[in-house]
């Protein structure tokens, strides 16, 4: 189930200077168990690859990247223009001398999802779930032993703080993008609590079994846009009132277009179990931890880096001034906007080896 990603990335108008080079596959993972007890006879992790592992003479994998995507994401988000001049020849995660591995969480993409037929008698998987399958189709899947970064973006970011925490020796850094290491509550679990029950009390939800997506489904994605979007930018770049109107018609109809109702609910729901505040002292890797000022999502004046931080043995915390960069939440995928930091962290762990 493994084909060429020159075709995958060709598609999506990559600069001509990233090498086309990597696998897009699926791993299957037999009878897998979750956390709560439910089981499933066949999970299935889609997954991008770009670049080759290197291993020395004992077999050991020393430049692989693990780079986890946000709710509602895929590993192609990380194909996305903005993000991939890291990939570049001489760039911080240069694909001619790095391994990096981009996976669909359950849930999501190309991996075994609700959507798939199951809907909501899908098992009810939570973030711990979705670490575990990370780790398996890493060490199983990919045969590699061993990360020199997991990094992530948003859900990928929470993910980043557990792999360190629940993997400490298993990397080397970790780079949490556009998250806090703390429980989900306040403003960030109201709203996931008020876009989930906007699908499920539309009288089309019939419990998941509905015939049409649900029209609460587009409450839901209202909003996230509004969470998740940065006032600075959008005001530049639709500055009038028709401008504004043409692109959130054209924004929303996208949207549409691809959500399903069900697997909205369990990707939002997923973070219920999401935690790390307790054991942040366990950290091994070296930490980069990296906000923008205007994420509403995880607004900085409530100081939870500042309580939390401290905590993390060997850690950086970068907070991003608003700038014509930085996008909201969205900053976590353009690269421009932190690449200065991250680079040299990157280089560091490298010259450590």
């Known amino acids: ?22 696998d897009t596959a699926t791993f299957v993972l037999p009878n897998f168990h979750f956390a709560d007890g439910e089981s499933l006879a066949v999970l299935k992790l889609h997954y991008l690859t ?11 994998v ?111 850094g970790a780079v949490p993008l556009a998250c806090l290491p703390t429980q989900i509550a306040g403003r960030n679990r109201m709203l996931r609590r008020l876009a989930m029950d906007a699908i499920r009390t539309d009288s089309a939800w019939h419990g998941g ?11 839901a994605a209202e909003a996230l846009f509004f969470m998740t979007s940065a006032p600075r930018r959008l005001q530049r770049d639709f500055p009038t009132r028709d401008s504004a109107d043409a692109d959130i018609t054209r924004w929303m109809d996208r949207e549409l277009a691809t959500l399903d109702a069900n697997d909205f609910l369990y990707q939002f729901d997923a973070s219920r179990d999401y935690d790390p ?15 923008s000022a205007d994420d509403e999502v995880n607004p900085p004046s409530l100081d939870i880096m500042a309580q939390l931080f401290p905590k993390v043995p060997h850690g950086q915390y970068v907070l991003l001034p608003i700038s014509d960069l930085t996008r909201g939440h ?15 962290f990157v280089a560091g762990l490298e010259h450590s080896k």
């Open 62 to 172: 020393g430049n692989a990247v693990l780079i986890l995507h946000g709710t509602g994401g895929t590993g192609r988000q990380f194909l996305n223009p903005l993000f991939t001049e890291l990939y570049r020849p001489g760039e911080a995660l240069d694909t001619t001398t790095h391994y990096i591995i981009l996976p669909d969480d359950i849930g999501h993409g190309g991996s075994s999802k609700p959507s798939d037929g199951l809907r909501m008698r899908f098992p009810h998987y939570a973030y711990a779930d979705l670490v575990t399958a990370e780790y398996r189709l890493v060490t199983e899947g990919l045969h590699v032993d061993h990360l020199l970064v997991v990094m992530g973006t948003s859900m990928g970011c929470m993910h980043s703080w557990m792999w360190a925490e629940r993997y400490p020796d298993f990397m080397d």
């Open 330 to 344: 969205g900053t976590h995928t353009v690269a421009a906007a932190w690449k200065r930091y991250f680079a040299p």
């Open 50 to 60: 770009l670049g080759h592992p290197r291993r020395d003479a004992g077999g050991h």
């Open 1 to 22: 189930m493994r084909r060429p990603l020159a075709v995958v990335l060709g598609a999506l108008l990559l600069p001509a200077a990233l090498p086309a080079q990597g």
């Open 209 to 219: 079994d509905y015939a049409f997506q649900p029209p609460g489904l587009r409450g």
């Open 277 to 291: 505040s307790h054991d942040l002292g366990r950290i091994k890797a070296k930490v980069l931890a990296i906000n």
